[in-house]
């Protein structure tokens, strides 16, 4: 694996370099420019682009290969619950505003874009990207949205527009707080209500969700403010959502939950869960389950870390790991087979609120994968790559965890 941009001069701007003799000892680079703590992160465009989002509002997109930001803007007027992409030209923020933006940022806008840092000038000084939709959700109970990609194109909107990219969007009913709503995008329509309404016990609010397809199923995971881990699934005959799955492995509420997005044909959905007691829970249910009945399940596997308040919990792509982010300051990894903690990364000096993996390219899987097309043009060319097509390409290849802080700052790690 190649090392990442620690060989690489920095520039200035955003952050620090640092030199590592192991990628356990120290960051990689550290990244400055949040004036208050971050909340959300989030890689895309093939790793080279990281979203941050802090308590103030203030959203940056970052150049990873150069640690520049490219875009500076205040999104929101209180704190960003998450950030993610809908495409490569579009971004969705969600904050304690009551708020849901999608913003305008195609690779041809950025130069066009505020870069300036937020302890470096006033909010109103900043033009934000073009807003395409502006959605009116709850945001009450800091749960963050939840976003897939709709699964039946032109089900929600004008089959002569089907051909649009469109996505669902999981939310905190503003009807029942302690039931969810899904919203079509680019409709804006909400297309189910009050998710979880005919569950018969007591669950307070949700606090973390997770949207997604499995098996051709619509597949909604919700973290409870009781402790509870629930999956409900779609019936697409009827409309109806059912009940799959049942647990509460937590005496606390559930801060974080992730689940494996490619377990194969055979294999169990398979996510898990962490909360603001020291537990860790690994949840598997079967392909084609039948809904549960009243009786709650036991989650496959339990640890107790010994460390309350982990959150942000994410895996990464390739299903290996996982980390959390500690209120201790600590982010851990774990082996996502065997729970087992395999690493801790100390750095930062306050509690961590967000972690976020890169993405893991199986490069058997891309023949024409960024690599093979730029040594190709060098040997058409019969010269040597640039230094910053060297830098995109490592960025693209290496294994990052990136790790956001009370401080206000974001630590890069090189991960296994």
Same mark, same amino acid.
């Given at each position: 694996?190649? =090392?990442?941009?620690?060989?690489?001069?920095?520039?200035?701007?955003?952050?620090?370099?640092?030199?590592?003799?192991?990628?356990?000892?120290?960051?990689?680079?550290?990244?400055?420019?949040?004036?208050?703590?971050?909340?959300? /992160?989030?890689?895309?465009?093939?790793?080279?682009?990281?979203?941050?989002?802090?308590?103030?509002?203030?959203?940056?997109?970052?150049?990873?290969?150069?640690?520049?930001?490219?875009?500076?803007?205040?999104?929101?007027?209180?704190?960003?619950?998450?950030?993610?992409?809908?495409?490569?030209?579009?971004?969705?923020?969600?904050?304690?505003?009551?708020?849901?933006?999608?913003?305008?940022? +195609?690779?041809?806008?950025?130069?066009?874009?505020?870069?300036?840092?937020?302890?470096?000038?006033?909010?109103?000084?900043?033009?934000?990207?073009?807003?395409?939709?502006? /959605?009116?959700?709850?945001?009450?109970?800091?749960?963050?949205?939840?976003?897939?990609?709709?699964?039946?194109?032109?089900?929600?909107?004008?089959?002569?527009?089907?051909?649009?990219?469109?996505?669902?969007?999981?939310?905190?009913?503003?009807?029942?707080?302690?039931?969810?709503?899904?919203?079509?995008?680019?409709?804006?329509?909400?297309?189910?209500?009050?998710?979880?309404?005919? %569950?018969?016990?007591?669950?307070?609010?949700?606090?973390?969700?997770?949207?997604?397809?499995?098996?051709?199923? /619509?597949?909604?995971?919700?973290?409870?403010?009781?402790?509870?881990?629930?999956?409900?699934?779609?019936?697409? #005959?009827?409309?109806?959502?059912?009940?799959?799955?049942?647990?509460?492995?937590?005496?606390?509420?559930?801060?974080?939950?992730?689940?494996?997005?490619?377990?194969?044909?055979?294999?169990?959905?398979?996510?898990?869960?962490?909360?603001?007691?020291?537990?860790?829970?690994?949840?598997?249910?079967?392909?084609?389950?039948?809904?549960?009945?009243?009786?709650?399940?036991?989650?496959?596997?339990?640890?107790?870390?010994?460390?309350?308040?982990?959150?942000?919990?994410?895996? +990464?792509?390739?299903?290996?790991?996982?980390?959390?982010?500690?209120?201790?300051?600590?982010?851990?990894?774990?082996?996502?087979?065997?729970?087992?903690?395999?690493?801790?990364?100390?750095?930062?000096?306050?509690?961590?609120? =967000?972690?976020?993996?890169?993405?893991?390219?199986?490069?058997?899987?891309?023949?024409?994968? +960024?690599?093979?097309?730029?040594?190709?043009?060098?040997?058409?060319?019969?010269?040597?790559?640039?230094?910053? #097509?060297?830098?995109?390409?490592?960025?693209?290849?290496?294994?990052? %965890?990136?790790?956001?802080?009370?401080?206000?700052?974001?630590? /890069?790690?090189?991960?296994?």
């Amino acid at each position: 694996m190649m =090392a990442m941009a620690s060989r690489i001069a920095s520039t200035g701007g955003g952050g620090s370099s640092r030199s590592i003799g192991s990628a356990m000892e120290a960051p990689v680079y550290v990244i400055r420019g949040h004036p208050s703590p971050v909340h959300a /992160l989030h890689f895309y465009r093939s790793n080279s682009r990281l979203l941050s989002a802090d308590a103030e509002g203030w959203i940056v997109l970052w150049d990873l290969p150069i640690r520049r930001p490219v875009a500076v803007w205040k999104g929101h007027d209180s704190a960003v619950l998450g950030v993610t992409d809908w495409d490569d030209t579009k971004i969705l923020t969600h904050g304690r505003d009551n708020k849901i933006y999608v913003w305008q940022v +195609r690779p041809e806008d950025e130069p066009g874009l505020d870069t300036r840092l937020p302890a470096t000038s006033s909010s109103e000084h900043h033009r934000p990207p073009w807003l395409l939709h502006s /959605l009116d959700v709850n945001a009450l109970n800091f749960c963050a949205f939840a976003m897939c990609m709709c699964l039946y194109p032109g089900q929600y909107y004008p089959p002569e527009n089907s051909s649009d990219s469109q996505i669902l969007l999981a939310v905190p009913s503003s009807k029942d707080p302690n039931t969810i709503d899904i919203y079509h995008l680019p409709s804006q329509t909400r297309v189910h209500a009050t998710v979880g309404q005919h %569950l018969n016990f007591k669950t307070g609010m949700p606090m973390a969700l997770r949207l997604f397809s499995f098996n051709s199923q /619509l597949t909604l995971l919700a973290g409870y403010e009781s402790g509870h881990a629930i999956v409900f699934t779609l019936d697409p #005959q009827s409309n109806i959502w059912h009940t799959a799955y049942s647990s509460k492995p937590h005496t606390q509420p559930v801060l974080s939950l992730d689940y494996h997005p490619h377990p194969g044909p055979s294999a169990p959905l398979t996510f898990y869960t962490s909360s603001a007691d020291s537990i860790i829970a690994k949840h598997e249910i079967q392909p084609n389950a039948v809904p549960a009945n009243s009786e709650e399940e036991a989650p496959s596997q339990i640890i107790n870390t010994r460390h309350a308040g982990q959150q942000g919990l994410n895996l +990464r792509s390739d299903g290996r790991i996982f980390a959390t982010a500690g209120w201790d300051s600590r982010i851990r990894v774990y082996n996502a087979k065997n729970m087992k903690e395999v690493a801790v990364l100390k750095w930062h000096r306050e509690g961590c609120y =967000a972690v976020a993996f890169s993405t893991i390219f199986d490069r058997r899987d891309e023949p024409r994968a +960024r690599g093979e097309e730029i040594k190709e043009l060098a040997q058409a060319n019969d010269t040597i790559t640039t230094v910053s #097509q060297q830098r995109e390409e490592r960025t693209r290849q290496a294994h990052v %965890l990136a790790a956001g802080s009370k401080d206000g700052r974001i630590s /890069l790690w090189e991960i296994f």
